[in-house]
């Protein structure tokens, strides 16, 4: 009988802060940008240049540490991290090694059973970001934009206490929206404003020792997190079931080949002497600081999810959806304050705004429709002054250009005809016009019925209601 196997996984994630600028200078944080325009001597390296905190930093770091149920370490500082690299002009890294911001902490996840497991966090640190480098794929030149040198970062170190690829999952899930609710990054993987490596050992189940681990690196994307998941741990199962021994080692994920390589071993891992930082004096973060940033958490998911169910009588479908993102949610909430029906508003939101995000290609943190323009569309659906298919089609224009529902409408004669004299003319046209299909609707074949319907529709331009349509159809033909 093969043995059983169990996977032992921790996590070390970057998340980039959203800081308008740097974490010691005041060049820009935004991304893209032509190279080394948002450059300034500080975050170029070069001598004699001085670093100057950005006190936004600190209170980001601070207000993920007390969401992630950390204790802050009010006397903290910063250390020096000694390595060479071309994207890194100082030769060294700012970071924290002795006395991090956060320590102690956990977050709850949700397991695959429904059932809740706390996941810890060894610590948080903040420290700069490196540039970027350019390979020139023709020549064989590399080149290095520093625009990126100097954006801050806080690494969440988590304790190795996640067990499958659901459970990383639901962890990376948790930390996006706490860090995206604070507002505190818009942690996207796919720009690297989020970048999780992902630390993972085999070993038999029952087994209280941990096995030797490897790293895994460059992962872009939740599903890249997943596959590399499921081929380190077939990996070293092969190793270990061959009689051989896993390597500790770091490893570069390959998403489009679908297998890692080595990138570097234990053996030449770097010896990055580190110091205290001495441009940079030790942070104290005093406890009226703590509540003044306690006092600006904003509600978080968990609380947002019982008040929705009191306030909206929302169903629990509903309620997961609008809330698992904090733009959903304000969207939502900023609606039914104008027009009230959380209902209908959680509906535009959940099928139409949703199947457009994923038409266009986009993200949910890229809607830019405006609130307004939503409870507008909703209140002239509510009177009927337009149907429902017009509708859909006014939501489309608000969703791609936050249109005016109501002046959109107007100037398009898209007003639904519910005059029931008009009406009657047109529907005693269109059965005089299809003798047939009457005749089908009197041998009680019922689906001649969405024919007629469907032509009166079309009479009108689309611009009936259906279900007075269907109501003075029967009447009629003498259904009733
Ligand atoms: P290092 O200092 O070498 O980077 P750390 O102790 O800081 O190592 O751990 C780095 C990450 O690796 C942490 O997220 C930790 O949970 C995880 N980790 C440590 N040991 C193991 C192991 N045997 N298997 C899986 N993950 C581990
Ligand atoms: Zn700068
Ligand atoms: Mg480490």
């Excluded at 030769?91 to 059973?113: H, K, M, R």
Aim: charged share 30%; net charge negative; with cysteine.
């Amino acid at each position: 009988m093969s043995k059983e196997y169990e996977m032992v996984i921790g996590l070390e994630v970057h998340v980039e802060l959203a800081t308008k600028t740097k974490i010691f200078c005041g060049c820009s944080t935004a991304f893209g940008g032509a190279p080394n325009t948002h450059t300034c001597p500080v975050c170029t390296g070069m001598p004699g240049s001085l670093p100057v905190l950005n006190k936004q930093v600190v209170e980001y770091a601070t207000a993920v540490g007390l969401a992630t149920n950390c204790t802050i370490n009010q006397n903290c500082k910063f250390d020096r991290k000694n390595y060479f690299y071309p994207d890194n002009p100082q030769n060294y890294q700012i970071s924290q090694l002795y006395y991090p911001i956060c320590v102690n902490g956990g977050v709850e996840i949700e397991t695959a059973d429904g059932g809740k497991k706390t996941i810890g966090i060894h610590e948080i640190h903040m420290e700069e970001d490196a540039g970027k480098l350019v390979h020139d794929e023709w020549g064989d030149s590399s080149l290095v934009d520093f625009n990126r040198s100097g954006v801050p970062l806080i690494e969440i170190v988590s304790e190795p206490d996640m067990r499958s690829a659901d459970e990383v999952i639901a962890y990376l899930e948790k930390l996006r929206q706490t860090i995206q609710y604070l507002g505190a990054s818009d942690c996207k993987l796919n720009e690297g404003s989020m970048r999780a490596d992902v630390n993972l050992s085999i070993r038999e189940k029952g087994q209280t020792e941990f096995g030797t681990r490897t790293e895994t690196k460059n992962l872009n994307s939740f599903k890249a997190i997943q596959r590399a998941i499921e081929n380190e741990k077939n990996r070293q199962i092969d190793l270990i079931e061959a009689g051989e021994k896993v390597v500790q080692e770091t490893r570069r994920w390959d998403d489009n080949k679908e297998y890692s390589y080595p990138m570097r071993s234990k053996e030449d891992a770097q010896d990055y002497r580190y110091f205290p930082e001495p441009d940079l004096v030790p942070i104290l973060i005093s406890d009226e600081w703590i509540e003044d940033i306690k006092s600006r958490q904003p509600e978080f998911r968990e609380e947002k999810m019982v008040r929705y169910a009191e306030e909206f009588d929302l169903p629990e479908y509903d309620i997961d959806i609008i809330t698992a993102n904090k733009k959903l949610a304000d969207i939502f909430e900023a609606t039914v304050a104008i027009c009230g029906n959380p209902k209908k508003v959680s509906n535009w939101l959940m099928v139409e705004t949703m199947f457009l995000i994923k038409d266009r290609g986009m993200d949910v943190e890229d809607i830019s429709f405006s609130p307004e323009n939503l409870a507008k569309l909703i209140e002239l659906t509510q009177s009927k002054a337009i149907n429902g298919k017009v509708a859909k089609e006014v939501f489309a224009r608000i969703f791609d250009e936050d249109i005016d529902p109501e002046a959109y409408v107007k100037e398009n004669g898209l007003m639904a005809v519910n005059d029931e004299g008009e009406l009657k003319a047109v529907i005693e046209k269109v059965i005089a016009a299809n003798p047939k299909s009457v005749e089908d609707i009197n041998a009680g074949k019922l689906k001649a019925m969405g024919f007629l319907v469907g032509q009166t529709m079309k009479e009108m331009k689309g611009k009936a209601d259906p279900g007075s349509v269907n109501a003075i159809l029967k009447e009629l033909l003498g259904l009733e």
